[in-house]
Nanobody, 116 residues
Framework: QVQLVESGGGLVQAGGSLRLSCVASGTIFLLNRVGWYRQAAGKQRDLVAFITRAGSTNYADSVKGRFIISRDNAKNTVYLQMNSLKPEDTAVYYC??????????WGQGTQVTVSS
């Protein structure tokens, strides 16, 4: 079993930056992928980015060139560096872990609010 805990959310002005962290309670190597999803009020939860065990990354078109996902295996932590933030990035951000065939594990979420 893996537990994921996010941190790093907050309020930032448009154009600013935040770094989200996702710490796994168990070894992160159990997970084939670790990703970040976000859900804005009244909208569906969408995939923002993920990183594989091998270090390959994938990003939603809306965040390409602005967000960077990375991992520190020694700390069992995955990061989401968010730059050039826009008001439309406002959402609850969730860390998710993919073990075999689906996103099996979820964190509790952290709020990111970008003011204009």
């Amino acid at each position: 079993q893996v537990q994921l805990v996010e941190s790093g959310g907050g309020l930032v002005q448009a154009g600013g930056s935040l770094r989200l962290s996702c710490v796994a309670s168990g070894t992160i190597f159990l997970l084939n992928r670790v990703g970040w999803y976000r859900q804005a009020a009244g909208k569906q939860r969408d995939l923002v980015a993920f990183i594989t065990r091998a270090g390959s990354t994938n990003y939603a078109d809306s965040v390409k060139g602005r967000f960077i996902i990375s991992r520190d295996n020694a700390k069992n932590t995955v990061y989401l560096q968010m730059n050039s933030l826009k008001p439309e990035d406002t959402a609850v951000y969730y860390c998710a872990g993919w073990k075999t065939s689906q996103w099996d594990y979820w964190g509790q979420g952290t709020q990111v609010t970008v003011s204009s």
